[in-house]
């Protein structure tokens, strides 16, 4: 009689995570002006979209339709306005970034016996499945011929055009790339697993039937004519500007209300800022010059930055489905130690330092000349108006959304409370304030204070309110005879003054406040008047503006007679 005990051990694990090595990763990245740039680096990221994004198919035959995500700039300005794009001198492909997945699984097993016949077994399996997704880099034999081109003689690989202008385009570039005919690459060796891409265009007639065939070279597949735009738009990078641009150097105005500044006087409150150090970068946008139909040159010289933007999105446990907030830990539930929800997720994205704005520094008439190339001065041909403005050191820090420990909460699934995410975004910017505007004869100064109860920047990434610093709050323009600068310096009378008179009765309870419990909102002009010569008298006749529920400001003057104050309505100007 024997004993034959069996025994049998299996076990399963399965774990998803990513390695500590590939927690933080760095790539270059593109936008759209500077595609060619990411020629050679298969891991840069360009900044594209796709259409109709999926899964190709035997069913679907299609791929996705690569889209460029241009930025769209508007320019505002006396006598001119609109918008306008980057437009490519060429035609590139789109690829992602080069990214690599490494899955690794394994499994054990265990098998044993004893008594009168004692057998045993073990089963060890492990599998590495690696994938890569990049550019098609083998057997593409067009990838070379639809690279983005730099720049060289004539041809501009990329400029900047309005998009509702009408011109006519390139002939021979539309007719080298197939004119309006459908078109397709050509492709060899489909059916064998190894598919060779080919640099020649196949043109198909509207019935699908194939009418000629076409090769394209890197010549052939570029603007070498520069397109016709009646309103011409240039810019220069910062190391461009430096050196040819209208302005050498950035400049900014002492913002000391007890000094009137102007280009003549030669103040050393007039600090001069290099066109690129530190967060500026030399490749960066530093001016845009846009020639209207009329001849007229207005110079947008001075790039203001966003000097840092943080995007955190993190699994949280709570949320007000109400107000779309959360309240959060600072610095552990924004960090790689968040515990909350089934994944315990934490995404962080930094954005180097960008221009979101460009401040318009001359308007020049067609038939100026700047004889000694140091930008408007008193010695130049025609005529020229000078832009002047101030740079605050503080700078203002945002947030998204305002209040202390706060996120704006996304419920996610209503049947799974284990995917709930917050998400806030921070950031710091510069801050500039109009200073002047100076002609040849005249100077107008913008004096603001730091009085405003709104628009208050928050002290830290947690989101607390800053009392103490935020958006300034224009007070009054002055205007001044130049000649009467010269002579008089700051003992010169202004010949008008407008003055601003505000309140906080719009907009109530706006986060950013620091009035909100005094049921108080936005900033909200009220009134302004004019004085002359400093004759108080005239202020007693001012525009005074009204709100009515229908957000419809009413226009009255208040004019005095007599000792009667008498209201006049004047105009009534919508909003919206």
Partial sequence: MGLNPHAKIAGYYTETKIHPDDQETRHPAYGMLNYQKSNGKPDALLDFNRANDGVYTPASPAIAMPVYTYDVFNVTGEGTGGSFKATRGDLGFMRDARTETKDDDAS??????????????AEFSYAHTPSTVGAWEVNNMAKDVFSFKE??????????????EKTIPDAVFQNAIGNDTLVRLKMSNTGSGTPLLLPNIIKYDDNKNNVGEKLLTAASVIKNNRDKRTQVINFL????????????NIYS??????????SACGDKSIEPI????????????????????????????????????????????????????SKYNPGIDDTTGNKHGRDWFMEQQQMPAYTHSYLLTALLSPNY???????????????GIKFNYSKFSNGYKWRTPVGDKVATYSEGLKTDDKDDKAHYVYGEREMWHLYSIESKNMVARFYVKNE??????????????????????LDKICLYSKGDLLKLGDKAKPIKTVQFFQSYKLCKNTDGTTNSLLNEGKLTLDSIWFTYNNNVKKAKSKYVFYYPQDKTPIIIIMIMTGGAIINQPQAIIRVG
Avoid: C
Wanted: aromatic fraction near 10%; charge should be negative; hydrophobic fraction near 25%.
């Fill in 151 to 164: 720049n060289k003689e004539n041809y501009q690989s990329v400029y900047f055009k309005n998009p509702g």
């Fill in 253 to 262: 105005y002492n913002p000391d209300e007890s000094k009137i500044v102007f």
């Fill in 274 to 325: 290099n066109r690129y150090a530190g967060y500026r970068k030399s490749n960066h946008i530093s001016e845009i010059d846009v020639l209207g139909t009329d001849g007229r040159k207005y110079v947008y010289g001075i790039p203001v930055y966003n000097t840092k933007q943080v995007d955190v999105t993190f699994n949280i446990n709570n949320g007000d489905k109400n107000t779309s907030k």
């Fill in 369 to 383: 000349v700047d004889l000694t190339g140091n930008g408007i001065s008193e010695d130049d041909m025609g005529d």
């Fill in 108 to 121: 054990l097993g265990l098998d044993l016996g004893f008594g009168n016949v004692v057998h045993g077994g």
């Fill in 237 to 248: 990078t910062a190391e461009e500007a430096e050196r040819v641009g209208f302005d050498k």
């Fill in 452 to 473: 405003r109860k709104d628009g208050r920047q928050v002290q830290n990434q947690s989101g607390m309110l800053d009392n103490a610093w935020g958006m300034q709050r």
